[in-house]
């Protein structure tokens, strides 16, 4: 299934002439976001059509659990139809492990778990998870920087170091906050999103931290993250990131 939808991903994509990122391509972005996408290497290398992103992985599943999984993951994200793709591979103990494949296509997100590969547990779809995925779609460009320069993309300058992401694809519409530090690094995300997709489910802060980067093909992205839910009885941080090789095009 996972190979099926990548080549639909794929397929969708709309052919774009071979571009080279230059410095007067941004001359108009906020001036974080410029000094960001220098920093990151990203001028004068092709504009990035689609990643393949390599990820391990301790992920919780639900607040106050003690017990921290690992996983091993695999994205595709493309950008000039914006979607992605992700499956992760999640072992819970010697006997039990669960595939999850999460995806964005359209301004539409789906979430299918299955324990074993065998028995379907999550199948998920709707508003919420749709503004839900597209918030993930766009927090996670800081590993494609050129995606900055989409179309589908408006910013808003809030501070010298920090500014105002919004997204609308297909009608589904979402923002969030990237902050960077003096030296143009990205070091934190922040969106209010919905934790969950049922009726009830209410938007709660979601911060994504940078503690270290990396360099792929010549591209400086966060390679070390961490995901933290702001919730009323305090923060719950679920899912610890390590980004072990990026391709691009």
Known sequence: MFQRELRQIQEAMHPMPEGIVNVSDFSELPISVRNWLT???????????????????TMQLKPGQKKWYSAEAIQYTTTNSPAFIWQVDVKMNSFIRFKGRDKFMNGKGEMLIKVNSLFKVVDERGEKLDEGSLQRYLGEMVWLPSLALSPYITWEAINPTTAKATMNNKGTIGSGIFHFNEKGEFIKFSAHRYMGNDKDSKRHEWIITVSEHKVFEGIKVPARMQATWKLENGDWTWLNLEITDIKYN
């Open 39 to 57: 920093n990151s290497g990203v001028v004068g290398k092709p504009v990035i059509r689609i990643a393949e992103i390599k990820q391990k992985a």
